[in-house]
């Protein structure tokens, strides 16, 4: 914690998708640790950003509704901060396939824009970029190592490898301090729960919290889970490993969490977490099989190794205190 303060304390620091639930915990983080924080959100409704999700900080940070599609806004933004933590992106598999261009703009085009405007603009600033393990696709061995192939299934995962390699090209060629974090299913406080395009555990806890029975798909395959918090502190540890002698600069990590479980173990465990509830195990659906990936679960020993992060929230705990926030809230995010 003493190595982030000195880190963070008094920097300036930009975050894209800073409305979204792990860009709002991250920004949280940084506060309490003394950064000045300006959070760029779009807040285009299917993509999870919530003013919610920044109550009680309103005066402790910057907020400005941007999109990062409008390169001429981003040359702009960029300017003066020391970091960027890149969390803007379109999440939903489903969506990606109806509408592909949507996505390609998003996670692709887009992230040219914030690169460019940071190598002409700012190319000082360090950079975290949130990426996914939805890049690796079916996985041909378990756990999956950042060496895995890169397999995608979804146009989705097609379009992160780009912008995920755009990080990593900038880093090589021009200097640009990038690293880049490859996210299994993250879950906590302020995720979207309005429907499955974050997570299919949002729903899940939605309709528990509504005292409605919950649907598990297929029930058999296996999952790992990181808590928010916990994600967050591995972009804090990831740019602060961009000082210096940069020593994460145009490195990926994988995130991981601290068990692998089942799904239908999963639900079982998040009914027990909330003190009751019901679900009901059916047949995956048959217009999602071609872009299912089956059992995923990461290695995430590099990022232990190198920058000393790992989970410190129990997946049973992590579930409990999710439930218990949207027992209170679940009317900001419906």
């Known amino acids: 914690?003493?190595?982030?303060?000195?880190?963070?304390?008094?920097?300036?620091?930009?975050?894209?998708?800073?409305?979204?639930?792990?860009?709002?915990?991250?920004?949280?983080?940084?506060v309490a640790l003394g950064a000045r924080v300006t959070l760029v959100d779009s807040l285009i409704p299917e993509y999870g950003g919530n003013l919610f999700n920044v109550a009680g900080l309103e005066d402790k940070l910057r907020i400005n509704i941007s999109d990062v599609r409008d390169a001429h806004?981003?040359?702009?933004?960029?300017?003066?901060?020391?970091?960027?933590?890149?969390?803007?992106g379109q999440t939903s598999h489903m969506d990606s396939m109806q509408d592909p261009l949507t996505d390609l703009?998003?996670?692709?085009?887009?992230?040219?824009?914030?690169?460019?405007?940071c190598r002409h603009e700012n190319p000082a600033i360090r950079i975290v970029f949130a990426s996914t393990r939805q890049i690796y696709g079916k996985p041909e061995r378990l756990p999956v190592d950042e060496s895995h192939p890169l397999r995608p299934v979804d146009v989705n995962g097609i379009h992160k490898i780009a912008g995920e390699a755009y990080h990593t090209l900038y880093s090589h060629v021009y200097g640009l301090r990038t690293a880049s974090l490859r996210l299994t299913n993250t879950y906590g406080p302020r995720m979207r729960v309005v429907d499955a395009r974050q997570t299919f555990l949002g729903i899940w806890i939605r309709l528990l919290v509504e005292g409605k029975p919950f649907d598990v798909w297929g029930g058999e395959q296996l999952r790992d889970f990181t808590f928010v918090d916990d994600a967050a502190d591995a972009f804090l540890r990831a740019a602060a490993a961009l000082n210096d002698d940069g020593a994460a600069a145009g490195r990926v990590y994988n995130l991981g969490g601290n068990e692998v479980i089942a799904l239908r173990e999963l639900a079982t465990l998040l009914v027990e977490a909330a003190g009751g509830?019901?679900?009901?195990?059916?047949?995956?659906?048959?217009?999602?099989?071609?872009?299912?990936?089956?059992?995923?679960?990461?290695?995430?020993?590099?990022?232990?190794?190198?920058?000393?992060?790992?989970?410190?929230?129990?997946?049973?705990?992590?579930?409990?205190?999710?439930?218990?926030?949207?027992?209170?809230?679940?009317?900001?995010?419906?």
């Open 1 to 30: 914690m003493n190595s982030l303060r000195t880190a963070f304390d008094g920097a300036s620091v930009l975050m894209t998708g800073g409305l979204g639930f792990i860009g709002a915990t991250l920004a949280r983080q940084l």
């Open 105 to 117: 703009e998003i996670n692709s085009r887009a992230q040219l824009y914030i690169l460019e405007a």
């Open 277 to 334: 509830g019901a679900f009901n195990v059916r047949s995956y659906p048959a217009e999602r099989k071609p872009i299912d990936i089956g059992d995923y679960y990461a290695d995430d020993s590099r990022i232990r190794a190198e920058l000393g992060w790992q989970p410190q929230t129990a997946l049973r705990d992590g579930l409990a205190r999710t439930v218990a926030y949207y027992r209170e809230h679940l009317a900001e995010y419906i």
């Open 73 to 88: 806004s981003m040359r702009y933004l960029v300017q003066g901060h020391d970091y960027l933590f890149n969390l803007a």
